[in-house]
């Protein structure tokens, strides 16, 4: 694709990254198929490629962009099925990122939604902050009825993004032996000691499903590592980077950098929310300094999986999440490890369409968001699995409330297989769930 940017524009390192990214564009619509909101829409303005050229519209004009841009912009999902795609090698990333910070930083957003962005930045980014919001939400719950009605999406979308919908799955029972803010930071180096990783904490997983980090722990132990959980650290600025608050991920990434650095010598910084491993792999792009991060199941399946099996019966449906296939292009080690551990898999049809997570879209596009879970549901429903694993807990929210099934983090599963507990979302006391442990 031709660009325009003058001198002074190419001066900035962020605009002469995006025209290299534009450049690359060669028009070809690959990338249509498999975007999820031109699947939905079929408006090329909701493709990657009619992205492309809006965002290079409004980069070289610069100011304020036409709202048709930002609406265009906004329905993006930032799953980065295009990259996966791209036969060029379109940095597709770096392009939507650029235009959310150029939309945040020149665009005067009616006033409700600038309010709605901001609290979502500032409570979603804060567990302790998520914990009082969630609190709040069971409180008005009963009023989503009401809210739908009188069109106030976004609320009546949290009220429904709620964990108790999904208590037998993500967010479900056990809590009682789950790793809090009180529990130890440092889990000591196995007998046969492998090495010492950082285990991310994460902002919304430890308070939506905080079986997931015990779970890692112990897998982690398993496996001969010792396992830190690093003070001063916080949240990785995914969701401000979605939401094109981009100084604030980068002073994020920045006050993590430092918690990390004070850590000491580790092998890897583990993460078990998909989502948070896509920004911390980006942080060299971000704030100019890589870090060896490793998604838990990227990092199982380097080291290998505890040798303790239980012999188990249970068909597992993986659905992959968009920031581990796309994102990282981490495809083929989840459903590996599950079958290795034992496991009935089961791939989704349609697996590269994300389920309309993606951060905090299901609230700020509320009605795509359901339209793209409903589909992925139905996929995972035909698998005729048991039980569905996602390594992403924003996943796991989202298609909780859709499924007749549990859902699980594939980590609390590879735990169960080689001597970790049950899963909590397993021990439905209905009895749904027929695995033989
Ligand atoms: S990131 Fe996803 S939604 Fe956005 S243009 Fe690419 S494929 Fe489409
Ligand atoms: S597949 Fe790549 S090169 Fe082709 S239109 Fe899409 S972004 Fe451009």
Known sequence: MRTAFTAEQLADPQTAASQAAIRKCVHCGFCTATCPTYVLLGDERDSPRGRIELIREMLETGGPPPTSTVTHVDRCLSCLACTTTCPSGVDYAQLIDHAREHIEAHYNRPWPEKLLRAGLAWVLTRPARLRVALFLGHLVRPMEPLFTRLGLKPLAAMLRLLPSPFRRGAGGGGASSELTTSTPTRYPLPARGRGRVILLQGCVEPVMA???????VRLLSRAGFEVVLASGEGCCGALSEHLGRAEEARAMARANLAAWGRAGKITAIVTTAAGCGTMLKSYGRVVGEAVPAKDILEFIDEVGLPAERRALSLTVAYHAACSLQHGQQIKAAPPRLLAEAGFDVRLVAEGHL????????????????????????????????????????????????ALAMPVVHPVELLDWATGGPKPAALVAPEGVIQARA
């Open 210 to 216: 905080p079986q997931v980090r015990a779970a890692a």
């Open 354 to 401: 994300c389920c309309g997570s993606a951060g905090a879209y299901n609230i700020l596009q509320s009605d795509l968001a359901t339209r793209l879970r409903d589909r992925k549901a139905a996929n995972i429903a035909a698998t005729g699995a048991a039980v569905v694993a996602a390594g992403n807990v924003g996943c796991m929210a989202q298609l909780a409330p």
